[in-house]
């Protein structure tokens, strides 16, 4: 099992930048690839990032340029960095475990509670 807790979210203003962070415990954390969601009020959950244990890594287009995912292995934790943060970017983000890096969020296995991330225009 994988337990997961997120952290960093906030009220920032457009343009501004927010570094978002996922800690896992449990002793399988080496298994899983890593992946940050987003679901503002009234849409779907969509897919923003994730990264394999050994490094790959996959975006959606509409984050390419402006957010990284990074993780530390020795410290059982992922990082989304946020820049030039838009309004549009306002959404509980959550991460969440899965055996192999994918997008879709049925193969995700293990999700944290989230954290809100507000951008003010």
């Known amino acids: 099992q994988v337990q997961l807790v997120e952290s960093g979210g906030g009220l920032v203003q457009a343009g501004g930048s927010l570094r978002l962070s996922c800690a896992a415990s449990g002793r399988t954390f080496s298994s899983y690839a890593i992946g940050w969601f987003r679901q503002a009020p009234g849409k779907e959950r969509e897919f923003v990032a994730a990264i394999a244990y050994g490094g790959g890594i996959t975006y959606a287009d509409f984050v390419k340029g402006r957010f990284a995912i990074s993780r530390d292995n020795a410290k059982a934790t992922v990082y989304l960095q946020m820049n030039s943060l838009k309004p549009e970017d306002t959404a509980v983000y959550s991460c969440?475990?899965?055996?192999?890096?994918?997008?879709?969020?049925?193969?995700?296995?293990?999700w944290g509670q989230g954290t809100q991330v507000t951008v003010s225009s």
């Open positions: 969440a475990a899965a055996r192999v890096l994918v997008t879709t969020t049925f193969q995700y296995e293990y």
